[in-house]
């Protein structure tokens, strides 16, 4: 299995004049950099059409465009005019087909995009495009929180996380922690690299978002704190060594803390909110 290039490969691999000027084909050739390197599980044959970097741009080019049809519309446009989007658009020489992107595609870990996806936050940070954002003491807030992106009754793998219901069904879904940088007054967020819920190899105990935030942190947490970063999340990541892990990688949190049963809360009966920051902890 190739091994993930490192976040200072990616970001030296863009050229001056891009890093200067960010635009969105700047974006295009740094995304398309670590597409061509994708390991292909493919024959070596004289007749391949396909690149790996074509289909990993085609893939991201439905996802940007936010239409499933849009490979099928440029493929019609080419038949009709000579000339497509896709390529003046995203530089995709060869549009494959859903299917062979597919095939293409889904042997490919998806861990070797996350230092590409870390580099453009990175370039966007160097450049000052983030200044605005930092908010409670100065710091970068990083938003935690699960997501589901596949959930089925039927269809289940090995990665799969298991529900099962009070009917006695099971559902086996796919799960990830997707950190984003927010900040009060800005409606777009700057996504980091994600972290999946996922089996892990020595574990009998399944998954969950919370072990899962905390390889995040294992992975990722220095690098960001080193900026200013403050925590923020629901009370799930309120629990003591995610509280301490967070501390010990120099950063900060602000996290909703639910009251103990029984427990007294001052006559509120909302959620809480507990935060350290600065090395003040604060219990509203």
Same mark, same amino acid.
């Given at each position: 299995m190739a091994m993930p290039v490192s976040i200072s490969d990616h970001h030296n691999s863009v050229n001056a004049e891009s890093v200067a000027k960010p635009n969105f084909t700047s974006l295009v050739q740094l995304i398309r950099s670590t597409l061509d390197g994708l390991p292909d599980h493919r024959r070596e044959s004289n007749g391949t059409k396909y690149t790996m970097g074509d289909a990993g741009l085609s893939a991201f080019s439905v996802f940007?465009?936010?239409?499933?049809?849009?490979?099928? #519309?440029?493929? /019609? +446009?080419?038949?009709?005019? !000579?000339? @497509? @989007?896709?390529?003046? =658009?995203? !530089?995709?020489?060869?549009?494959?087909?859903?299917?062979?992107?597919?095939n293409l595609?889904?042997?490919?870990?998806?861990?070797i995009l996350f230092p590409a996806m870390a580099s453009i936050g990175d370039t966007l940070y160097d450049l !000052?495009?983030?200044?605005?954002? /930092?908010? =409670?003491?100065?710091?970068?807030?990083? *938003?935690?929180d699960g997501t589901d992106f596949f959930s089925s009754?039927?269809?289940?793998?090995?990665?799969?996380?298991?529900?099962?219901?009070?009917?006695?069904?099971?559902?086996y879904r796919h799960i990830a922690v997707t950190p984003v940088i927010v900040a009060p007054g800005h409606e777009k967020v700057i996504a980091l690299p994600p972290e999946f819920v996922t089996p892990q190899d020595g574990?009998?105990?399944?998954?969950?978002?919370? *072990?899962?935030?905390? /390889? #995040?942190?294992?992975? #990722?947490?220095?690098?960001?704190? *080193?900026? !200013? +970063?403050?925590?923020i999340g629901d009370?799930?990541?309120?629990?003591?060594?995610?509280? /301490?892990?967070?501390?010990?990688?120099?950063?900060?949190?602000?996290?909703v803390c639910k009251p103990l049963c029984g427990a007294p809360h001052n006559g509120f009966n909302a959620e809480c909110i507990v935060m350290r920051i600065g090395g003040l902890a604060i219990f509203v």
């Open positions: 940007f465009s936010q239409s499933p049809s849009f490979l099928d #519309w440029q493929i /019609r +446009m080419e038949q009709a005019q !000579g000339k @497509n @989007n896709a390529n003046s =658009i995203f !530089g995709v020489h060869q549009i494959p087909s859903d299917a062979q992107i597919r595609l889904d042997p490919v870990p998806p861990e !000052g495009y983030l200044d605005s954002y /930092r908010s =409670i003491g100065k710091t970068f807030l990083v *938003a935690l009754e039927n269809i289940s793998c090995s990665c799969c996380t298991q529900s099962k219901h009070k009917d006695g069904s099971i559902s574990h009998d105990k399944q998954d969950c978002e919370l *072990a899962a935030a905390q /390889r #995040w942190l294992n992975k #990722w947490g220095a690098h960001y704190a *080193a900026r !200013g +970063m403050t925590v009370d799930l990541y309120c629990h003591q060594p995610f509280c /301490r892990k967070v501390l010990a990688q120099k950063a900060h949190y602000f996290l």
